[in-house]
C-alpha cells in the first residue's frame, strides 16, 4: 500500500470553500481502481489547513493517480488557491491494504 499525508495550507479567502473546490478531484480519485481512500480533514486550530490522508493499492495505482487527467488538472488550477507549498509524507507499508482496528480502544458496552 502507498500511504500519503498532505498538509495544505490554503489562502484565507478560499478556505471555507476549500471542500467545495476540491470535490470533482475527490471524487474523481476515490473512483480510481487502486483507490483505498481519500479522505480531507480540516484543522481545528487553524482552519485554513487541511489534511488530506490517501492511500492506493500499490506503486501502480499511485502512478496510475499522478498519470490522470484530474490529477493534472488538479495540479494546473490548486496553485492559485494555496498559501504554501503543501507538505508530504509518502510511504510504502508492504503487505498492508488499508485501515487496521486500533488494539488499544474500542467501544463500551
Known amino acids: 500500500m502507498i500511504f500519503i499525508v ?3 495550507k490554503i489562502r484565507p479567502e478560499h ?8 470535490a470533482d478531484f475527490t471524487q474523481a480519485t ?3 481502481a487502486g483507490n483505498l481512500f481519500f479522505e480531507w480533514n480540516r484543522n481545528a486550530d487553524d482552519p485554513t489547513v487541511y489534511t488530506l490522508v ?3 493499492a500499490d506503486a501502480d495505482a499511485g502512478a496510475a ?8 488538472s488538479a495540479m494546473e488550477w ?14 510504502e ?7 487496521s482496528e486500533m488494539a488499544e480502544v474500542s467501544p463500551r458496552s
Open 6 to 8: 498532505v498538509k495544505w
Open 15 to 22: 478556505s471555507d470553500n476549500w471542500l467545495s473546490l476540491a
Open 30 to 32: 476515490r473512483a480510481e
Open 54 to 56: 490517501e492511500a492506493f
Open 65 to 72: 493517480h499522478v498519470q490522470s487527467a484530474h490529477f493534472k
Open 78 to 91: 490548486m496553485p492559485d488557491y494555496v498559501a504554501a507549498t503543501p507538505q508530504i509524507v509518502n510511504v
Open 93 to 99: 507499508i508492504p503487505g498492508a491494504n488499508g485501515w
